[in-house]
């Protein structure tokens, strides 16, 4: 079975830019989860989503979003780029609906903001 | 509240020396519990898991059990490769509730020849 996809695997923005990410989970996995991780702050939660709802979020503001569709693949999207959102962005993927089912994890996209 | 207090890092050992990282937690109710692994320039590789008190998980080597008396989940491995350098995050997630992980900070390994 093939693993979490993540698309671009590289980005490049400058200040004010918005950008759209993009996360295929496994085959038969309804719940996608993204997370961001960063040197000083470490892997902090963005949010979840299942079956094209988001279920729960994480404490970023609302220029992080995101959505998912009827095939389960997510994009998050931010807006405004600022500097601090430099910082590598893991998608995860879960076979079911419940809580407690174990992530797996795609490769990551870097995004650097200049 | 969740959450997870990994050993500080940066760890260097020796090849075939044994390896122990330390991860403590906070939760409520009784988590499940995962160590992950990141190799440079990657996402994260599942390395284990137990889901109830007293389940051994292992990988690779790689072994933690679930301890409720003591609210820990410490890595251990016998004999580490240079192969085996990378970040290691300690995590849990509960089974009600939020279906989100809370990551420790990660412990860097450095195993040298």
């Known amino acids: 079975k093939a693993g979490v996809t993540q698309t671009p695997r590289y980005l490049i923005k400058t200040r004010g830019q918005q950008v759209t990410l993009s996360c295929s989970p496994i085959?038969?996995?309804?719940?996608v989860s993204w997370y961001q991780q960063t040197p000083g702050q470490g892997l902090q939660f963005l949010f979840e989503?299942?079956?094209?709802?988001?279920?729960n979020k994480g404490n970023f503001p609302g220029r992080f979003s995101g959505r998912q569709f009827s095939n389960s693949r997510s994009e998050m999207n931010v807006s405004t780029l600022e500097l601090g959102d430099s910082a590598l962005y893991l998608c995860?993927?879960?076979?079911?609906?419940?809580?407690?089912?174990?992530?797996?994890f795609g490769p990551g996209t870097r995004l650097l903001v200049l | 509240g969740n959450s997870v207090t990994q050993m500080e890092g940066p760890v260097t050992l020796s090849e075939e020396a044994f390896l122990t990282i330390n991860c403590t937690y906070t939760a409520t109710g009784y988590p499940s519990l995962f160590w992950y692994v990141q190799y440079p320039g990657e996402g994260l590789q599942l390395l284990l898991k137990a889901t109830k008190a007293d389940d051994k998980g292992s990988n690779k080597g790689f072994e933690a059990t679930y301890r409720k008396e003591t609210t820990s989940f410490h890595l251990e491995k016998g004999s580490v490769q240079v192969s085996d350098s990378a970040v290691y995050f300690c995590a849990l997630i509960r089974k009600t509730g939020a279906n989100n992980l809370f990551f420790g900070t990660g412990t860097r390994l450095t195993v040298i020849p």
């Open positions: 989503y299942f079956s094209e709802t988001q279920r």
């Open positions: 995860a993927s879960s076979a079911d609906s419940g809580s407690g089912e174990t992530q797996y």
């Open positions: 085959s038969g996995h309804r719940s």
